[in-house]
């Protein structure tokens, strides 16, 4: 492959993003101290400043320094200066969120939903966008688009996700567009929820490679590479749950056997429940009515923990994480009692001195995968590297 030439005007774009970005993480920062951090010289860090400034993206705020002299114009991120919406769509199950530019959420709404075909599943979410920009008065003309994040594999024929037969979140895209009349920015769960720890969380916005397993009705994860999410050539980086663990294992619904989501997600505890009698119809039922103390919990775990080990293993020889964060909307003691059970982890590449866990506990639970989807829409915007990794901007 041919390396790609980069003009000034692509470089300057790239350039625009760093600066944001550096303000974001550091806010309070001044027009020095963003050159001194990115390496840019003072006066085109500073041009950039004035470019994000009069997109009304970032603001100048008051020093509260006590100095001889005038001190440093602080900057900040300009909470009011964009908005988007984020929809997080699973079985029978909706979440959705407008939030300002800082990643405020201004007003939620979760909703049960019952029909998933996109036909009718874009009525309900059209309806959501209405009463969301309704609620929260976003004016027009600063808003970015919508986020959406459903469970995938996209546009693959015959491959769908957990109790969605037919599903193609691909198809929910295109609908959504057409009816609201904004831009639509799709991405699997796994890669929001990366997407989400990286911008909100206490300790992943501070790390540039990370890999996060998204735990809920089926298996999935998001990886993170020199800060960016990693959608690979289709969208669809990061299927995790259809890793091979156990060669001749259980039938999983890809045609395959042996798949990792075959023994590690939601589905696979109810299915196993369901055979030994116990059922559970809904994750709101299974998580209420069952619990690691379970005997039948406790087996399915024990057959599962193997293959997680496995696939941990796995993630950590090819992608070498500074961590790998586990979260989802699988109940909390569900997730808990596995990272119990899969320590101590198998040997990888991986440092031995450290200054993370090989493996830790997500920060923003269940309401990552929403939040990350609201992202999108920035990053589509302003990114050009999310751009280019991720096909469904």
Known sequence: MLLSATNIVKAKVINLWVVFDTIRTSSGISRSGIADATGLSKQASSDLVDELISMKFVQETKSTQRRVGKPPTPLGINPDGAFSLGFHVDVGQMSSIAVNLAGDVLHREDRPLDDLEPQRAVIELDLAAKRLMAATKIPHERFLGIGLATPGPFAVAGLSPPRLPGWDGLALRGLLREATGFPVSLANDGQCAIIAEWRFGEIARHMTNFVYIYFGMGLGSGVMIHSAAFGGASGNAGELGHLTVVPGGHQCICGKRG????????????????????????????????????????????????????????????????????????????????????????????????TLPRMMRSGLGPDAVVRGAAVLPLLTTLNPHYRELSPYT
Request: aromatic share 8%; with cysteine.
């Open 259 to 354: 798949c990792l989501e075959t023994y590690v997600s939601v589905d696979s505890a109810m299915k196993h429940l369901s055979a030994k009698g116990a059922h559970a119809a809904t994750m709101s039922d299974f998580s209420t009515r069952f619990d690691a103390s379970h005997p039948e919990i406790q087996s399915w775990i024990q057959e599962g923990v193997e293959p997680l080990r496995n696939a941990i293993n796995a993630v950590e020889n090819l992608f070498d994480p500074q961590t790998i964060m586990i979260g989802g909307n699988a109940p909390d003691w569900l997730i808990n009692a596995f990272m119990a059970r899969a320590e101590p982890l198998l040997p990888s590449v991986g440092r031995i001195e450290r």
